[in-house]
RNA sequence: GCCCUGGUAGUAUAGUCCGGUCUAGUAUGCGGGCCUGUCACGCCUGUGACCCGGGUUCAAAUCCCGGCCAGGGCGCCA
């Protein structure tokens, strides 16, 4: 059967569904989750972007076309409802539609490899083939509910806090931090990168703006192969000028309360339906790196001071530091040029983790000309190819501090998710690149 | 990049150590039938699988080698 156009108009979503309709006329559209049929009862439950409906398609009830179409419903079709609201507890949301008028819009040719409920799921390779189709699954559906609260709170903070919202360019000239890999590309007759941090671009903002946040991709070329890396991922970038270390830290506790605290606020139906509640933070502990080490040689992990902290190390830290805390004042030599050193080996940096997880890293940046110059030379890196960035510290610049939030290893925090890709809609690793 | 583990119906798994009884078990899905208040509906019934290639053996899902793919750990990295 071909339908000519949508032939309805939508005049509720499921959300909008509800006990004091009774007796109305409304118009529903969504995906069938499932058809329980018990003979001479049908029950069809759809969900749009709101949630799930139910449909009871009732013999003698309904009109013979609705129940000859009935028949051909089967999870995932797609279908379009114009019927009375019934009222009755027996169906979800206190009412249910008795269809006057059904539409099928489209019947899967096949089903997917998954269940849309139950608990038997397979493996995450496999629905990422499908990604849009997993999506349907309610639990996916709550991690990018959540997700898109948690974003809309970080843009609320910030700019309550005075910070400009910006965009810097992703592709880039030459590597910011040396380090990670990049990913070369071809820019005209030139090769360029894609940009692992906007962390120049925000310095020189401060100059102009004082205050300036991005949330934008960065890109790391990187082999990884862990839960937690992503080759394409979400970073949201902080930069506030006359703000050491200190206070660089203290926006980021502050958002991080600020959004765990909205999300909570916001996503109740999810995190239900996820059977988790994020942690509500309170007081984040900050250790210097010099305990962190020493706490991992309790449990002995053997960790060279100056070395970064390797997952056993972060391991053993982890097991007595339970969520969020800073590990403060890491050794120079093991971070990139533009962040202060101290005169002891040590620097103005700090990192934020949540148990072995890193989910943000920042730090007191050096604000002088001729000190930074030093440091790109001492880091075996070439002044001339950071000249278009240097020359704008002749002008003036502020000191100043931030920091850069690894967005989705946050809402993994968020959401109780181990593997990364889940809270990413289409992840990009080592070995995806599609869809 | 290195190391370890694994690959059995659409999906999730049992069986593999110790080769034969596996005509490969179970759950769920799917097809057919029954069911007028389900909500992981229920009941009856049918359907469907040993990753690919080579080797050992009378005999391979099971042992060996290679390939491909996946999962985990390490490293790199945030």
Known sequence: MRVKGIGLKRSIFSGQLGP??????????????SVRDQG????????????????TVKKGEVG????????????????????????????????EIVPK?????????????FPLFGSSLPKLDKRLDIRAVDLRRPKAQAIFKIRGSALRAIRDYLNEEGF?????????ASATEGGAALFPLLYYDKEAFLTQSPQLYKEQLVMAFERVFEIAPAFRAEPSKTLSHLSEFLSVDVECAFVDMNGAMEILEGLIGYVVHRVREECKEQFKLLGFEPEVPSGMKRITYDEAVELARRHGVDVDWGEDLSSMALDAIASELKGYYFITGWPEAIKPFYIKPRKDGRSESFDLMYGDLEIASGGER????????????????NPKSFEYHLKVFDYGMPPHSGWGLGFDRFMMVLTGQKNVREVTLFPRDQFRLTP
């Open 366 to 381: 050096i604000a002088s000309k001729r000190e930074l110059m030093r440091r790109i030379r001492d880091k075996g890196l």
């Open 164 to 172: 400009l919202e910006v965009n810097t360019p992703k592709i880039i």
């Open 101 to 113: 008028e059904l539409r099928v819009y489209s019947v899967p040719k096949k089903l997917p490899p």
């Open 64 to 95: 013979k076309r609705v129940w000859e179409r009935a028949k051909r419903i089967r999870e995932h079709s797609c279908i379009g409802v114009r019927g009375i609201v019934r009222k009755t507890e027996k169906a979800p949301r206190g009412a």
């Open 40 to 55: 001479g009862i049908k029950f069809i439950i759809i969900s749009d972007k709101d949630g799930i409906a139910q449909i």
């Open 20 to 33: 004091e309709l009774d007796g109305r006329e409304e118009v529903l559209f969504g995906w069938v989750m």
